[in-house]
């Protein structure tokens, strides 16, 4: 958990100046930081998707272990894409990079915490 929390504070320092994007086709400019609220939705509900999709998969519908780890892992990353293209096109906000980040985090801490 510290290399985390390492990697998450070194990922932060090297960005400090890089925190905003510019949307040109809106002419704005849109605040992105590393450490936010969202940021640790997106973490959370990654890792508790894997966690519930891997449980439901394996233990109540008894599909086995193989099949129940890729689809759980990849279903979460496919809704991390999914809200992002909905927020860039439907909402239309911004595509984050950052939130795509912290999304696959949470995949990797829930497959070390649910399934490894």
Known sequence: MGEIMLFLFLLNYDTLNKNYLRIDSMKKVIK?????????FHFSV???LVGSSYHFLKCRINKDEKLSTISSL????LLGIIKETYDKKIKKEYFSYKDLIYD???????YLIFIH
């Open 32 to 40: 992105d930081n590393w450490f936010s609220e969202d940021k640790f």
């Open 46 to 48: 990654s890792a508790l």
């Open 74 to 77: 990849s279903s979460a990353f």
């Open 104 to 110: 696959i985090l949470g995949i990797g801490c829930g």
